[in-house]
């Protein structure tokens, strides 16, 4: 009986090959949240997070198509609120489903959740992160003319719709609604949290808050989430079942564990491919260091034998 | 110190000639948030709802025009639920910022709700309600081929864009998300639910839940979400001070004070409009019939004084 914070990957929403239609996306959470109940089952507490990457991505797109109809696009901050009401309405409405049909009689919420991230975090002066549709050059000249806070840069070789709009993803700090969800989960509720990343919000002189055009990395923001609700198991479940040293290369090899040490060492090696499993393996690192005792990285499907203790990489202090 | 739960009305969020930019959104919700945190000096304790309807117009223009670039239009459940992450985290924000500043330490969280309606409901045999964009003949035309449980009607008399989509808007019966906000208004929680009216769902034969196309009339929403949380006082906030006998007519009369039985009365010799005080009217009669035993509605700017007794039209018990 463990309290296991979840970080959810892309693909438990929205599969690569998939266009994003409502009924795949709900499938596909339901898929995901059949996997989840298996752990309720075993007696332990979830609290959930979630990417956002290809639901942003299109409400992006269908923003910049709704401006020539006058409807103003609306900034990071809100696109991320925005995605974190229908992922979270999703696997709030599956989860209490697949609970309702055991006969167990659990709530599921979602919290809208802003994250704190710093003005000077170096990401906002050389942002990274591409966002949104890709545009031609001609496209991406005249976006630049109307949106002088854009960044676009050149993100694939070759010619055509190889530009894209990047935007700072800055390190989250702290999570605002820190307070309301630590509640929530002591009232026994499985609480859906800082989905996407969270809303990055910045503080500003006078200590109040105001959103930010960014986007934060959801397993980092899981990790700062754990902070929060002290989970047994911080538990990064993505498309692999493990992490491998020489990724990719003839003589990959899987981690089945690793201490924070062996963690930093590989991280400094190369072998976690930024963008992909070396922000999940610096999110471990810095749930151990806080003081948690185990994360795992692992698949969606392995989940259950992970926690069990029998596959999946397992991330552990020295 | 009384338990309040306050319904925001749309001018709460954006104003009637306001094009919906992020910052006019931003301060119209701090202005209405400002008056919010006045009753919470007061020592009173709030659970907020609001309307939806302006921003989740918006999305639906902007999912319209997507489709182009091939990205798949989301159901009005999911549009609903984005609007709540929308609308809720700019509440939130604001109100934990004011919050702040007067130096309360009080945990404010939006959670996604849906509320369960009856696929029996009338409405679904007849929708009556207008949602998103207006079109042409020709357009209205294109899309009932498109879309085939589209329902178009023509909502304005003359020629050119006067036909618009309607979706059924079906009484609400009972707030899905219950339990766990009793458990966070308990944990001494602000919270801030079902906006929009809540995300439409359906019992299948099965008990689960799943969602369906429709939208939900915020006040009667508003007024489940008081039978879950037994608030002292339900406040409707439009941009009235008073509901009216004779509305708009020269011998209109403000109405200060009425019992169930004279609002029946009233609603039923038509003094209030359908799909403006109609519903708040019959809202406010559902809470007093279901137990409650104060219901006011008035103005943003009056919110103050209505809880005070000074203004605003108080329904009563007989």
Known sequence: MAR???ALGGNAIKQAHEKGTYEEQMRNVRYTCERLVELIKMGHQLVITHGNGPQAGALLIQQETGVSLGIPPQPLDVVNAMTQGQIGYMIQQNLMNLLKKEGLNIPVATVATQVLVSKDDPDFQDPSKPVGPFYTKEEAEKLKQEHSH?????????????????????????IVEADAIRRMVDAGIIVIASGGGGIPVVEKEDGTLEGIEAVIDKDKAGER??????????????DVEKAYLNYGKPDQKPIDRMTISE???YLAEGHFLPG??????????????WGGKR???TSLDKAVEAIEGKTGTHIVPD
Chains 1, 2 share one sequence.
């Open 4 to 6: 296991i914070l979840i």
């Open 263 to 265: 963690a930093k060492k």
């Open 295 to 297: 994360a795992i990285i």
């Open 276 to 289: 992909s499993m070396g922000p999940k393996v610096v999110a471990c690192i810095r749930f151990l260091e």
């Open 225 to 238: 989430l754990a902070e929060v609700v002290e989970p047994d198991i911080f538990l990064i479940l993505t």
């Open 150 to 174: 854009w960044v676009i840069k050149k993100v694939k070789p070759g010619e055509g719709k190889v530009y894209r709009r990047v935007v700072p993803s800055p390190d989250p700090i702290k």
